[in-house]
Nanobody, 123 residues
Framework: VQLQASGGGLVQAGGSLRLACSAS????????IGWFRQSPGKEREFVTA????????NYAESVKGRFAISRDAANNMVSLQMNNLKPEDTAVYYC?????????????????WGRGTQVTVSS
């Protein structure tokens, strides 16, 4: 499965962006999907994830209340709505897929990774 993250860009602090994750074979509905991000000089970190079943979600504390993950089953996509963006949200954002119920923060729980999309938040 080839995943693709899109929707990144440059935004001012306090602004919003909406990222999308899609799969080349349109099978995204079969997986739990997670979003991770990596800033220069830092390790990749967990942002959020959504399960394939009941749509339950999991968020990192740093984005709770500002970011929202959702699944568009009809279009086989997962979106990440990012509001009230801060300069510290600047990173390359990646989506990843898990074939199990796992929606946790460990990268080892995800087996497919897409190319990232750059999000830059200016102060």
């Amino acid at each position: 499965v080839q995943l693709q993250a899109s929707g990144g860009g440059l935004v001012q602090a306090g602004g919003s962006l909406r990222l999308a994750c899609s799969a080349s074979d349109r099978t995204l509905n079969n997986y739990a999907i997670g979003w991770f991000r990596q800033s220069p000089g830092k390790e990749r970190e967990f942002v959020t994830a959504i399960w394939r079943g009941d749509g339950s979600t999991n968020y990192a504390e740093s984005v709770k209340g500002r970011f929202a993950i959702s699944r568009d089953a009809a279009n086989n996509m997962v979106s990440l709505q990012m509001n009230n963006l801060k300069p510290e949200d600047t990173a390359v954002y990646y989506c990843a897929a898990s074939k199990t119920f796992y929606t946790g923060p460990s990268e080892t729980g995800y087996i497919y990774w897409g190319r990232g999309t750059q999000v830059t938040v200016s102060s």
